[in-house]
């Protein structure tokens, strides 16, 4: 009963930050790898996931009803999402990732120098592309971070975030809201790889993934209600927590 609360509370912390900017794996993933430390990867991962996709299905619901989304790009974006996610998941199920860990935190720390460098980033929504091209790109980012989400996991929503702000011209916000339909495919294709492999534990998914939606409609309703450069400051504070963590993780432990 103690390590579902301890799960419970960490999978609510991370629907409320995936929701505003993406990144909760930096709660609940630690988490369940410090709750249940003798688990396989693969099984810490379904479970997340068997959770994580209530939250970002109901964010992306929400922010729908709010935000005006560009649907015939973020089609291509989706369908390419699930593909790559889907090759992710396969991937992780026979090779161990730890091999990326020292190369996130460099990569991490080069988007928020880049964040920050340019103040007025993500501040205006202004499309850059239109038709098949804005398609070609959202689906190039779709399979790129849908790889990255099935394989790996960590900051995938701020990735989506940030490519969306800095290669199709959104605003944050608008970039927050296209990232939670991405982020949808990219736990569904996962999750269902990973059922099928036996990789998930149905009751803690199941415990998780209430306090994920809570956690979920508590950080849509701010980030709505307080627009683009509220997401903004929350994506710079988030993926410099993902940095430390990251880099930590990398480099420090033992």
Same mark, same amino acid.
Request: hydrophobic fraction near 55%; proline fraction near 3%.
């Given at each position: 009963?103690?390590?579902?609360?301890?799960?419970?509370?960490?999978?609510?912390?991370?629907?409320?930050?995936?929701?505003?900017?993406?990144?909760?794996?930096?709660?609940?993933?630690?988490?369940?790898?410090?709750?249940?430390?003798?688990?396989?990867?693969?099984?810490?991962?379904?479970?997340?996931?068997?959770?994580?996709?209530?939250?970002?299905? @109901?964010?992306?619901?929400?922010?729908?009803?709010?935000?005006?989304?560009? @649907?015939?790009?973020?089609?291509?974006?989706?369908?390419?999402?699930?593909?790559?996610?889907?090759?992710?998941? @396969?991937?992780?199920?026979?090779?161990?990732?730890?091999?990326?860990?020292?190369?996130?935190?460099?990569?991490?720390?080069?988007?928020?120098?880049?964040?920050?460098?340019?103040?007025?980033?993500?501040?205006?929504?202004?499309?850059?592309?239109?038709?098949?091209?804005?398609?070609?790109?959202?689906?190039?980012?779709?399979?790129?971070?849908?790889?990255?989400?099935?394989?790996?996991?960590?900051?995938?929503?701020?990735?989506?975030?940030?490519?969306?702000?800095?290669?199709?011209?959104?605003?944050?916000?608008?970039?927050?809201?296209?990232?939670?339909?991405?982020?949808?495919?990219?736990?569904?294709?996962?999750?269902?790889?990973?059922?099928?492999?036996?990789?998930?534990? @149905?009751?803690?998914?199941?415990?998780?993934?209430?306090?994920?939606?809570?956690?979920?409609?508590?950080?849509?309703?701010?980030?709505?209600?307080?627009?683009?450069?509220?997401?903004?400051?929350?994506?710079?504070?988030?993926?410099?927590?993902?940095?430390?963590?990251?880099?930590?993780?990398?480099?420090?432990?033992?």
């Amino acid at each position: 009963m103690l390590e579902l609360m301890i799960v419970a509370a960490a999978s609510g912390l991370a629907g409320f930050i995936d929701a505003i900017v993406g990144g909760g794996g930096l709660v609940l993933l630690p988490a369940l790898f410090a709750v249940f430390p003798t688990a396989h990867p693969a099984t810490l991962s379904g479970s997340n996931k068997g959770a994580a996709i209530w939250g970002t299905a @109901w964010a992306a619901r929400q922010y729908a009803q709010r935000v005006t989304l560009r @649907w015939q790009a973020l089609g291509y974006g989706v369908a390419a999402a699930l593909i790559g996610s889907f090759g992710g998941a @396969w991937m992780l199920t026979i090779v161990n990732p730890a091999g990326m860990r020292k190369a996130l935190p460099l990569v991490l720390l080069g988007i928020l120098a880049y964040t920050l460098a340019k103040k007025e980033l993500g501040r205006e929504h202004a499309p850059r592309f239109e038709g098949r091209r804005e398609a070609v790109l959202a689906g190039s980012i779709g399979l790129a971070i849908g790889f990255y989400d099935g394989f790996f996991g960590p900051g995938t929503g701020s990735f989506f975030v940030f490519l969306f702000v800095r290669l199709l011209g959104y605003d944050f916000l608008h970039a927050s809201a296209s990232a939670k339909l991405m982020n949808t495919a990219t736990n569904a294709a996962a999750l269902v790889l990973l059922i099928s492999k036996g990789h998930i534990w @149905w009751h803690v998914a199941a415990v998780m993934a209430v306090t994920n939606v809570i956690g979920s409609l508590l950080g849509t309703r701010l980030a709505l209600r307080h627009g683009a450069g509220f997401v903004r400051g929350v994506f710079i504070v988030v993926v410099g927590a993902l940095i430390c963590k990251t880099g930590y993780d990398a480099f420090l432990r033992g």
